[in-house]
């Protein structure tokens, strides 16, 4: 790849980082229960500061699938407007992250937005594989409907889910799931470098098969440890994003792909799928941007986070 296609900030942006931006693919590959490790680590020695006018929060709720308490981290500002309720999934290809390691990201929409976050600590696979991560974020959805109200004091009719690469495919497989329960709470949502199916066949995919941050062979991997090894080919309800017949009744939705990331031609397949069904989307593919460009200062991430606060409650 010409990487003086990549935005020449961000470049910058990247290459100052202290750490190592890299994943060490055999331990993705087979032990990656040392990476999630590390990750924790990293976050619990490496904390955004909280604002003093935020209040944050966990609650347990028992998941339906087999009563594990799934951990919901809550963001809510003084003052919060009730009506705006952002339910929330991090990324990590389904086998890293945890909340926390977006907090100051979650700090500026809800100091900003007036918002509630509901940002969900799914299971990680492959200790849980599909359709757990699913549920999970499903269990949190039906939560919020039942005691937001009651324990948050927020109104749950009009919800915005929003989910980053791995968490963007959560984000949209929990929208399909409520149309098919014919639950019609979800108002918006809103995809961020989404993940939509496993077939690793997109043009955008075949090109970036060893850029660096995400790259066709991290993909597999997680796939791989997502659906396991008898299911990482097949096209499932809920994990195949395409593999599914109700698009017209999904919520109205954004879209934000990058130019330089082996994802993006999933977001505009994606894209062109709500179309044809007549949900109204708006798609936004951003020049000269990497996969997770936003988590480095540059000018592209203070474009992005305009569109952000513009987009995220319609």
Not at 177 to 204: C, G, W
Request: with cysteine; aromatic share 12%; net charge negative.
């Amino acid at each position: 790849m010409n990487l003086n296609r990549i935005n020449s900030d961000l470049k910058n942006s990247i290459e100052n980082v202290s750490y190592s931006l890299e994943i060490d693919e055999n331990l993705f590959l087979n032990a990656p229960e040392i990476i999630q490790q590390e990750r924790k680590e990293f976050m619990s020695t490496h904390p955004f500061m909280k604002p003093d006018h935020i209040a944050v929060q966990d609650l347990f709720i028992p998941s339906s699938e087999d009563g594990y308490g799934v951990r919901l981290h809550i963001y809510q500002p003084e003052g919060f407007n009730p009506d705006r309720v952002l339910l929330y999934f991090h990324g990590g290809g389904y086998v890293f992250g945890l909340p926390e390691q977006v907090d100051d990201q979650m700090f500026g929409i809800a100091d900003r937005l007036k918002a509630t976050i509901i940002s969900v600590d799914y299971r990680l696979s492959p200790q849980y594989r599909f359709p757990i991560p699913v549920l999970d974020g499903f269990d949190a959805l039906q939560w919020i409907i039942k005691h937001g109200e009651p324990e948050l004091g927020i109104d749950s009719d009009r919800i915005t889910v929003f989910g980053a690469s791995a968490g963007g495919h959560l984000a949209a497989a929990v929208a399909q799931m409520a149309a098919d329960h014919n639950i019609k709470n979800i108002e918006h949502q809103f995809l961020l470098y989404p993940v939509i199916h496993n077939r690793l066949d997109t043009p955008s995919m075949e090109e970036f098969t060893n850029i660096q941050l995400w790259n066709k062979n991290y993909a597999k991997t997680a796939w791989l440890h997502f659906l396991g090894e008898e299911n990482k080919d097949k096209s499932i309800q809920y994990s195949d994003l395409t593999y599914y017949n109700n698009f017209s009744r999904l919520p109205q939705t954004t879209i934000v792909a990058c130019e330089l990331d082996p994802l993006r031609d999933e977001g505009l397949e994606y894209a062109q799928l709500l179309y044809k069904a007549g949900v109204k989307t708006e798609l936004w593919v951003i020049p000269g941007a990497l996969h997770v460009f936003d988590l480095f200062d540059s000018p592209l991430k203070d474009d992005y986070n305009t569109f952000l606060m513009n987009r995220l409650f319609k």
